[in-house]
């Protein structure tokens, strides 16, 4: 009902900046809260950073003054800029959105997953 499209991974350099997109499509009454969250090898997912349907912002400490999260509600899009990147920032970067559709029966509200998009920072 609802497909999330991640986009903007790839190889940087260590201090190399990268630009993550996700768009929400579907059958989407609106978008509450929407976030970006890694995963690298065998860790356990992590958030990242997340933006709620006002726009506040909260990030993970190890990302905090070097990436920027943000939202365009008109295209239902979040985005993640990150910049000063480090080897370890490297993981598969997963788009994550609360949205509340229209059922049969009304309305609900439901956790959706893009399928991850892999950022490596290596020289």
């Known amino acids: 009902q609802v497909q999330l499209v991640e986009s903007g991974g790839g190889l940087v350099q260590p201090g190399g900046s990268l630009r993550l997109s996700c768009a929400a499509s579907g059958s989407i009454v609106r978008i509450n809260a929407m976030g970006w969250f890694r995963q690298a090898s065998e860790n356990q997912r992590e958030l990242v950073a997340g933006i709620t349907g006002g726009g506040s912002t909260n990030y993970a400490d190890s990302v905090k003054g070097r990436f920027t999260i943000s939202r365009d509600n008109a295209k239902n899009t979040v985005y993640l800029q990150m910049n000063n990147l480090k080897p370890e920032d490297t993981a598969v970067y997963y788009c994550?959105?609360?949205?509340?559709?229209?059922?049969?029966?009304?309305?609900?509200?439901?956790?959706?997953w893009g399928q991850g998009t892999q950022v490596t920072v290596s020289s």
């Open positions: 994550n959105a609360v949205v509340i559709i229209r059922t049969s029966v009304g309305y609900s509200t439901r956790e959706y």
